[in-house]
């Protein structure tokens, strides 16, 4: 039997997500945990990414480096009981798309480090579901993953 | 009593972390070896040396697949600031029921005031067997950042099956 996969597929087209892996728009890996289970209604997913196929960073880069030491240090505590969940988009081993980042209120979603990366677009999603965010300092990714996704035993 | 000896288990403790978020040793492992130390708090000096010395090497930890954890008995607001005035990116856990302190032969004792726990260090497999034990109740006694790395190497090469590259 395989492991399961420590990351899932969504798709998106610039101004709306889906949890339909056949969806339209651009399809993007997640941690898999943030559409496990059952999804908060009425969340605001602050997407930073875009529709065009060519926009990624590479994980390895020293911004995408930054932008998650950021989420570690204050991001994260700063989004505080609004946080629904964290997760980077992932291409394929070494490619960042972007991130999104699920609160329950989006007032403070201007301060999103991933902004950095690519802008960030504010759509509301009922099909996230509540993970907890990631415990430091550890930035690396684990192969293929989406960071904070996966461990070395998936 | 938990005996706390090299090739023992640490208990798997759950406990709030900085934010207020339940959390588990285990769970905050994964699948990778941790550094866990536990401290007497925010307020005293010695803390705050050694916690920015464990900033310091956090910019390795991060990128090896490695964990650091703190435990006190701080309220998680109280670590929340103290963790931001650090610069510390690695996860506090807050026993400020002191519920593991009362099982754990971990308590400074003669400190009645904060009644905190003992500073202490453990090196842990991703089971959270013990590899090491460090006794910091004097400044000295305490896990050097050079030690952290050995500690980490060693466990390391244990459980990562391609410490020795593969063969292509």
Known sequence: MSPELPFAYIRFDGERLSDDPHGPGRRLRIDARCVAGEGVQGAHAHVCALSNEDASLRYDEPEVQQARR???????????DDLVCISTFALDESRCAGAVTVTTDPRRLDYDPFARLFPGTTVRADFFSRVPPPPGPVIERYSGAPWPAGSFGS | MTDLLPGSRFPDLDLPDHTGRPRTLSEISGSDPIALLTSRGWWCPKEQRYMRELCRVQEEFEVAYAKIIVVSVDAPEVQSAFRAGLGARFTFLSDFERRWLEQLPLCEGTDTLHDPYRPAAFTLYPDLTINAAFNGYWFWGRATMEELRQ??????????????????
């Open chain 1, 70 to 80: 950021d989420a570690l240090d204050w991001w994260i505590p700063m989004l505080g």
């Open chain 2, 151 to 168: 500690e980490m190497r060693a466990i390391t090469r244990e459980i990562r099956e391609d410490w020795e590259v593969p063969e292509s």
